[in-house]
């Protein structure tokens, strides 16, 4: 699709609008990434509830601050979505390897750099869903 043309794009099972170079499939990807993630915290064994409470409302602050982000800034918003789906991956396997966990955490505490006076919340988000996988770990 090109630049200023109007149509359409099929983005995981949803049809999206397009206009004027805006691409809405970007927030839905981020959306839907958001809400693999929260589906797999629930169902994660690795985690007792109060934690994954904790996490989930994180994450719920994740996806308010990520839409504000994606305003300004599109492809850094779906690089911290998608930091924080691998890093929850590796933090509710079965068999965690420690390795690819401080990786992946390594990789989203990274993705805010910088925007701690634009986006103080989704920085104070990120920085504890970090600490809370990179915990779960030990």
């Known amino acids: 699709m090109q ?11 949803k049809w999206v609008w397009m206009w004027g170079g805006q691409v809405e499939a970007l927030r839905v990807m981020i959306d839907e990434t958001i809400r693999k993630i929260e589906n797999r915290v629930q169902r994660s064994v690795n985690m007792d509830l109060e934690r994954k409470r904790e996490l989930l409302e994180l994450i719920a602050t994740l996806r308010q601050e990520t839409v504000e982000l994606s305003k300004q800034d599109q492809e850094q918003a779906e690089s911290i979505a998608s930091f ?3 890093s929850t991956h590796e ?3 079965s068999r965690q390897q420690p ?8 990789g989203l505490s990274s993705t805010v ?11 104070e988000a990120v920085n504890r869903i970090s600490y809370m996988l990179a915990n779960m770990g030990i």
């Open 91 to 93: 933090a509710t396997r």
């Open 113 to 123: 750099e910088g925007f701690e006076k634009e986006h103080p919340r989704l920085v």
């Open 84 to 86: 924080v789906d691998l």
């Open 99 to 106: 390795a690819l966990l401080k990786n992946a955490v390594d």
């Open 3 to 13: 630049e200023g043309n109007q149509g359409c794009l099929r983005g995981g099972g």
